[in-house]
């Protein structure tokens, strides 16, 4: 249980931000105890490994707070934020030794898909809302959203790690917060489509 909710909430974050989830794993795998990387996952805590995250990051953080910019940098992280989750998932999986289950150990390619369903729900919220947010306040959103986001990414990951049961109810938070962005993306398209049109639309 532990095992699933730590992994599932890191490949939630990786689904927001890609980068901050590996970086927190692999430096807390190598300053502390809180973290115990299963073998094959070593390489996640070398410091040179985590340099290349860390730019990686930075570029991020940059790329995700300009308008339009964001969009195309949406489109790229398709592939790189399930990825990440994939591997977030699966290399906390020693998680399971605090619930005394080996279920996710013999069955390593059930971490690497949850992860990675995981992030990229997530992450086509994110797609989804941004574009929305962007037209909807001329662009000044983009900052403040993405800030929230890499705050959220933050977050989620260290309450993955250190309170897994929270995780049940950041979930339950961003299922509230996709639904409701879901219907304002809606709205929003249906209004241009008045506009565009003169009649409103069915």
Excluded: C
Excluded at 69 to 87: E, F, K
Excluded at 164 to 185: D, E, G
């Amino acid at each position: 249980m532990l095992a699933a909710l730590t992994g599932l909430g890191l490949s939630t974050a990786a689904g927001l931000n890609a980068y901050i989830p590996l970086l927190v794993v692999g430096v807390l795998a190598n300053l502390t105890d809180a973290v115990k990387l299963p073998d094959g996952y070593a390489w996640l805590s070398n410091w040179g490994v985590l340099a290349v995250v860390a730019v990686l990051l930075v570029a991020e953080f940059v790329l995700d707070k300009v308008p339009a910019v964001d969009t195309v940098n949406d489109a790229i992280q398709t592939v790189v934020r399930p990825a990440s989750g994939g591997v977030v998932f699966s290399a906390t999986s020693a998680a399971a030794e605090l619930d005394h289950s080996t279920w996710m150990a013999e069955h390593p390619w059930a971490g690497w898909l949850a992860g990675i369903v995981a992030a990229l729900a997530v992450h086509a919220v994110k797609a989804t809302a941004r574009p929305v947010i962007n037209a909807g306040t001329g662009g000044f959103g983009a900052p403040v959203v993405s800030t929230v986001e890499d705050a959220g990414s933050l977050g989620m990951s260290l309450v993955a790690l250190f309170l897994p049961l929270l995780v049940l109810v950041a979930l339950a938070v961003f299922a509230v917060l996709s639904w409701w962005l879901i219907r304002k993306a809606r709205r929003v398209r249906a209004r241009r489509r008045t506009r565009r049109t003169g009649r409103p639309s069915g």
